[in-house]
């Protein structure tokens, strides 16, 4: 979890992502970090997130998002 | 049959008294059939090529889910004894399967839209280039060939990724496909936000009524007082390019941005009003996009169902697909962390917007225009951090001039971009764009020159009062729905408004519902 707050920091340093739940709803994030993000996670957790995953739910928090790497790393 | 044609108000007409006068399980079918009657006037030959679109995809998506309903029971029935690397190697075995199936029916679909839209582009390049004298095949393009094909595929895909499941009957999902209000300019649409509201039965409900109607006439309005009588300034500003230059091309830019809102937003207007009086809700196309302060955000809120569809169905999946992950990862390693993590954002945004031209027209004018766009994002994305500090260090942001100089920036620089779709030519653009700068004929602005254009005093007066209300209209939709604040007001103002809507329409129309040569600006894409 450390690594991924420190890739979202790294894009909105402004942001408190252990509390925002409404990431994209509120438009912080917008289509070009959210592609930032994907192939940061690629390099560090070795996880390639598809693009039917790329859902407001699955992008909204920190923690939904870490849900999502641990899903994608189980299936794996 | 264009909507502002008497042959519609008639067809619209009919088809409302049936519509509620059948069985209501039966409405859907007689959307269906209104659907194909509306295709076949626009040639009854086009039939065949919607046909083998919904044919195609229906039996495709259909395969797509049987293939998956298989996996699911073989998994469920096999959970224990199968370990983690089969499960895996048996979804992997699946998956290529659905991929066949996805694959071939995008291929023969878009490959249909390829060779019917572009062929002669490419014929007339490859002359160009090689200075052969190949001969054009002009093919007739069937109508709203590119909204449907691309709400086709969106199902497809949707149904490739699980969102849902494909739809059993054949029927149904041909009425998706032909919509009769919206297969001409669109919105497109998403299966799973259409399907229920154009399946279920609807009750004759007046606001769906009033609403609808008062939504269609708000339509009319727009385009036929205000985007067909700048259509006249417009075509006689640049069928003579060389005569209006300099001054004339800052009312080219003005003129064809209010026009083409007032055409666009007019018909869509016009297109989810018919289709609320059906009691069928369509995703809405634009949130004030004139509004917008930069230009990702205009895209954000001008003809949304295209910028979405382009968003989930070409930008994430070209962005996240093995090799482009590969290629981010090489990047980083050659030109750094910085670098490389822009390679796929911008790569695919460049893809994007190269189809998106593409998807406009076939003809290097919308190429272009699709790639100026690009550069505009790539500049403005690159510029943020340039910007916040200036933000920050003069503490702008908020303030009510600031943000109508953005605004004003946005709008100005779109328009600069967008009388791509005027001129004839791509060099042509830019040298009239370039001619603000260097032709020095302000003062014929004041010597009569704009009465040279086809409009006379009171078509301006109509103009400025017309977009003064569309403004009006867009401000206090900000704070919810016109209508409804429209609805809450006494009786006599109601009316007031209606009855002075309507017969601005019809007196100040440039030519009045029922006059045909004039279509809709996306009817042609």
Redesign the interface.
């Known amino acids: 979890m450390e690594a991924l707050l420190e890739i979202l920091k790294g894009l909105h340093p402004e942001v408190d992502f252990e509390t925002c739940d409404t990431l994209v709803d509120d438009k912080i994030l917008?289509?070009?970090d959210?592609?930032?993000i994907?192939?940061?996670i690629?390099?560090e957790y070795d996880v390639?997130?598809?693009?039917?995953e790329?859902i407001p739910e699955n992008f909204n928090s920190a923690e939904a998002l870490y849900d999502l790497v641990e899903r994608l790393q189980d299936?794996? | 049959m264009l909507f502002t044609s008497y042959s519609f108000i008639l067809f619209l007409t009919v088809m409302f008294l049936l519509y509620y006068a059948v069985p209501k399980k039966c409405q859907w079918m007689l959307l269906l059939a209104g659907s194909y009657c509306f295709y076949a006037y626009s040639g009854i030959h086009f039939l065949a090529f919607i046909l083998l679109t919904t044919v195609s995809t229906w039996y495709s998506a259909r395969r797509i889910t049987r293939i998956q309903e298989q996996q699911a029971a073989y998994l469920k029935e096999h959970k224990a004894s199968l370990d983690k690397e089969q499960k895996k190697r048996y979804k992997a075995s699946m998956k290529k399967k659905t991929k066949r199936w996805m694959l071939a029916c995008i291929l023969l679909n878009i490959g249909l839209l390829a060779v019917l839209k572009y062929t002669d582009f490419v014929i007339s390049n490859i002359n160009g280039i090689f200075h052969t004298g190949l001969t054009f095949m002009n093919f007739a393009l069937p109508m709203g060939i590119s909204f449907y094909t691309f709400q086709s595929m969106g199902y497809l895909l949707d149904v490739y990724r699980a969102k849902y499941p494909a739809q059993e009957n054949a029927a149904k999902f041909a009425l998706f496909v032909s919509f009769f209000p919206q297969v001409i300019q669109g919105p497109i649409s998403r299966y799973n936000d259409l399907s229920g509201t154009l399946y279920e039965p609807h009750s004759l409900e007046w606001r769906n009524i009033s609403y609808g109607i008062q939504r269609i006439c708000w339509g009319f309005f727009k385009k036929l007082v205000i985007a067909d009588r700048l259509l006249v300034a417009v075509k006689s500003l640049v069928s003579t390019p060389d005569e209006y230059m300099g001054v004339y091309v800052v009312l080219v830019i003005l003129f064809y941005a209010i026009e083409l809102y007032a055409d666009f937003t007019g018909g869509i207007d016009i297109t989810i009003g018919i289709a609320q009086v059906f009691g069928v809700k369509l995703a809405e196309n634009f949130e004030r996009p004139f509004f917008s302060k930069n230009i990702t955000e205009y895209w954000r809120r001008w003809h949304i169902t295209m910028g979405t569809w382009f968003k989930d169905y070409i930008f994430y999946p070209i962005s996240v697909c093995p090799w482009m992950l590969r290629l981010s990862k090489k990047s980083r390693e050659v030109f750094g962390k910085a670098i490389g993590k822009r390679v796929p954002v911008y790569l695919a945004t460049a893809i994007v917007w190269f189809t998106t031209g593409l998807w406009h027209g076939a003809s290097w004018n919308f190429i272009v225009w699709g790639m100026l766009n690009f550069l505009v994002i790539v500049i403005s994305q690159e510029l943020e951090p340039l910007y916040a500090k200036f933000h920050n260090r003069f503490h702008v942001s908020g303030k009510t001039w600031y943000n109508a100089f953005q605004i004003l920036r946005t709008f100005w620089l779109m328009g600069a971009i967008r009388i791509l779709d005027v001129y004839r030519d791509v060099p042509l653009s830019f040298r009239q764009v370039g001619s603000i700068f260097t032709t020095a004929n302000w003062n014929e602005l004041f010597n009569g020159g704009v009465m040279r254009l086809g409009l006379t005093m009171p078509d301006y007066l109509v103009l400025v009062l017309g977009a003064l209300v569309m403004l009006a209209v867009s401000l206090a939709g900000r704070s919810g729905s016109v209508r409804d604040k429209l609805a809450a007001k006494p009786v006599p103002v109601r009316y007031l408004v209606y009855y002075v809507l309507i017969l601005s329409m019809l007196v100040l129309g440039a030519y009045g519902i029922g006059y045909d040569s004039s279509q809709f600006i996306y009817n042609q894409f």
Do not use: K
């Open positions: 917008d289509s070009f959210i592609i930032t994907i192939t940061e690629n390099t390639a997130v598809p693009a039917e790329i299936e794996d």
